[in-house]
């Protein structure tokens, strides 16, 4: 067989074809959701979170080089754990889903204040081709050095929270021994709040209060008087149609209904896990005659 000689080694350059990249990127719209949060449940912030979502709704509709892939907002919930943000978990599902090309959001305090969630979703999003974009920072977590800028970022924002959580801390101390007390009147069975802002006797939950009571003190155990109250139909305090025997017994235990209320009985100690534990190393507060009595204090 005759050798093939070989030829003059060359290299020659093809030149990308822009035209076509172009009127395929112009064709494509980018996916875009954003996400945004509010921590508190003040009307100031509930105005906050509704603005937040008018902007970025109409922020993204407005580009015609993007679709509207959701709004995902958790309200008056904190930033330092994103599995307790189901809006957050859910737009990271739906990354996932390859449903979503491009976040947005107002700044990494929004995102998260958690530095190593943050850095943790914006990794797997960038592992994705998903970008996060910061509109406060000016970052894009696409670029290379997007990173350390979040890092030092999301470092602030921890710290930021960590000193509001100190600050509420201190703040919470300070009015346990004012004798303020306060009240979760949406899963407190027996009041509401009053005219003057202060707790009233809620006579219909009252009843069933006072029942709970007048069947233990008559010899019923706890699981017996669970069985009744279902049998009945009562709605539990957060209006489930069970009940647990530990919701029992907490009624049974809360010096609440007798008029009076004890402060400081836990308090937290990461605002990070919000991991709270018994107070049993600083000082607690005893408020007597705080509220109108459902039961009597001889109970």
Not at 24 to 40: G, N, P
Not at 83 to 103: E, H, L, N, T, V
Request: with cysteine; hydrophobic share 35%; glycine share 6%.
């Amino acid at each position: 067989m005759e050798q093939i000689s070989q030829g003059k080694k060359t290299v020659r350059e093809i030149a990308p074809n822009i035209l076509q990249s172009q009127v395929l990127q112009s064709v494509k719209q980018l996916r875009v959701a954003a996400y945004c949060r509010v921590s508190t449940d003040s009307d100031e912030q509930e105005m906050s979170f509704d603005a937040q979502v008018e902007f970025y709704t109409d922020k993204i509709m407005r580009n015609p080089e993007w679709r509207l892939a959701g709004i995902f907002a958790d309200e008056g919930i904190s930033g330092t754990q994103a599995a307790k943000r189901p809006q957050f978990m859910q737009m990271i599902r739906q990354c996932k889903q390859g449903r979503i090309d491009m976040i947005i959001t107002k700044s990494v305090s929004r995102f998260a204040r958690n530095t190593v969630d943050c850095i943790k979703y914006v990794r797997e999003l960038k592992a994705m081709g998903i970008p996060v974009i910061f509109e406060k920072e000016g970052l894009n977590t696409m670029h290379a050095t997007s990173e350390i800028y979040l890092s030092m970022h999301g470092i602030f924002a921890q710290s930021e929270s960590e000193s509001l959580s100190g600050n509420v801390r201190m703040g919470k101390a300070m009015s346990a021994k004012k004798g303020n007390v306060p009240f979760c009147y949406k899963t407190f069975l027996g009041y509401r709040r009053g005219a003057d802002n202060q707790p009233e006797i809620d006579p219909e939950q009252a009843e069933i209060v006072r029942l709970i009571f007048d069947r233990y003190l008559a010899g019923d155990s706890l699981t017996v008087i669970k069985h009744y109250l279902e049998r009945e139909l009562i709605p539990s305090p957060t209006g489930k149609p069970t009940w647990s025997v530990t919701t029992i017994h907490s009624i049974l235990t809360n010096e609440k209904y007798k008029g009076d209320a004890l402060l400081q009985k836990t308090y937290v100690i990461d605002c990070i896990t919000h991991k709270s534990k018994k107070n049993d190393d600083r000082p607690q507060y005893y408020v007597e005659n705080n509220h109108p009595a459902i039961v009597s204090k001889e109970i």
